[in-house]
């Protein structure tokens, strides 16, 4: 028996909205499944504004677009997370300061803020590791005190909340995705949140190529023409009317990953009293949305042996973000600060099998494997 790292979960109802939107001849973006998506977060999150994009990657563009990032400016990213949240930026002819994390969450650590920040600094951009959240209330104390720009990434934050509010809705923009990889998936698929009024009108612009064809459509103006810069951000109706189908079965598609994630945590529990390896941790003012399990090997090496008797068994498990403070495009940009525990996690840390699909005995394998490793 075989078990891949993810499989995308279509939940049944994709097809039939697919075809609603084929018929319907309406198949360009802003139709009526974005508008349902949109509509939807909004509600359950309490978002102020929600808009589709064709993925978290664009979400972050547009993002630093919004707030008028340009050269010279310093952007405080994490340097455990994806490179999307650093290109955004580095587009827009930003330097990146890249702040250590957290051993135990991985998330952006908020000791470092201070020292980091100076008259360059335009933005803090907080990532929410594994659907983890980061310290919110700190960050946002830290950035008005400093008159700074809060970007949630919360690409894999989709239900998950800091304090009882969801993340998304406390920065003044965030960034989710919808990549088949994510809690609910369209492919390819983002969306940008804005919890901050004055983005609202500007937003629309930028996502539709940098004109006023959003209000031209509600009928606010008679004609539209080219009014700011922008790019082309906005998914396919064929994309939303599949996302829509996830947002339907949001609540089972959860249910279902905390049990699978709460089945390993209980399973492996006694190799993380041992200290054998490091298991995830929720702080107190954090939920879990299930988004990913993974373990931290104390080496290098002894992850490459783990992944190697995984991988003997049939088990598909990968490692996760690589420090881009050390990486190939910016090591020489870096000012070369060590960050110790982003280069631990980098080295050591190991994602295991998670999606709808999977069931509690193929963890249960998994986590067998991982401790017959452990007992030799
Ligand atoms: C997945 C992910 C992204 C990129 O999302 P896309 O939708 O693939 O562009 C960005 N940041 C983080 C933290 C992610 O996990």
């Known amino acids: 028996m075989n078990i891949p790292f993810n499989k995308p979960y279509a939940t049944g109802r994709e097809l039939g909205y697919i075809s609603e939107v084929i018929k319907n001849a309406k198949i360009c973006g802003d139709g009526s499944f974005t508008k349902k998506c949109q509509r939807f977060f909004e509600t359950k999150f309490g978002f102020k504004k929600a808009l589709l994009t064709t993925s978290c990657t664009d979400a972050l563009e547009m993002a630093a677009i919004l707030i008028d990032t340009k050269a010279g400016d310093e952007i405080i990213v994490p340097s455990f997370t994806f490179v999307s949240t650093v290109n955004a930026f580095i587009l827009r002819g930003a330097t990146i300061k890249f702040a250590d994390v957290e051993s135990a969450t991985g998330n952006l650590d908020v000791s470092q803020l201070h020292s980091l920040i100076n008259s360059k600094t335009k933005a803090i951009v907080p990532v929410h590791y594994a659907g983890v959240a980061c310290d919110m209330d700190a960050v946002m104390k830290i950035a008005n005190e400093n008159n700074l720009f809060v970007i949630e990434d919360a690409a894999q934050a989709v239900d998950s909340y800091y304090k009882g509010k969801p993340l998304g809705s406390i920065g003044h923009l965030s960034a989710f995705s919808f990549h088949e990889t994510k809690n609910i998936i369209c492919g390819e698929g983002g969306m940008i949140v ?31 023409g080219w009014v700011d810069m922008g790019s082309s951000f906005l998914p396919s109706e064929l994309v939303a009317a599949y996302l829509y189908a996830q947002c339907e079965n949001l609540e089972d598609i959860q249910n279902k990953r905390i049990s699978l994630w709460n089945c390993y945590q209980e399973n492996l529990a006694v190799l993380g009293e041992k200290r054998l390896i490091q298991l995830p941790f929720h702080p107190e003012y954090a939920t879990n949305n299930a988004h990913m399990y993974y373990i931290v090997c104390n080496t290098p090496d ?24 050390r990486s190939v495009y910016y090591h020489d940009k870096h000012d070369g600060r060590n960050l110790p525990v982003t280069d631990k996690l980098s080295d050591g840390l190991l994602r295991l099998p998670m999606f709808y699909e999977l069931e509690t005995d193929h963890v249960k394998k998994v986590c067998s494997a991982i401790k017959e490793f452990y007992s030799e």
Do not use: C, P, W
């Open 194 to 224: 804005m919890n901050d009024e004055r983005f609202f009108n500007r937003a629309e612009i930028i996502r539709e190529k940098g004109t006023n064809r959003s209000s031209f459509f509600r009928g606010e103006i008679d004609k539209y």
């Open 302 to 325: 002894e992850r490459t042996r783990l992944n190697s008797h995984l991988k003997s068994k049939g088990i598909s498990a990968v490692f996760h973000y690589q420090s881009l403070h």
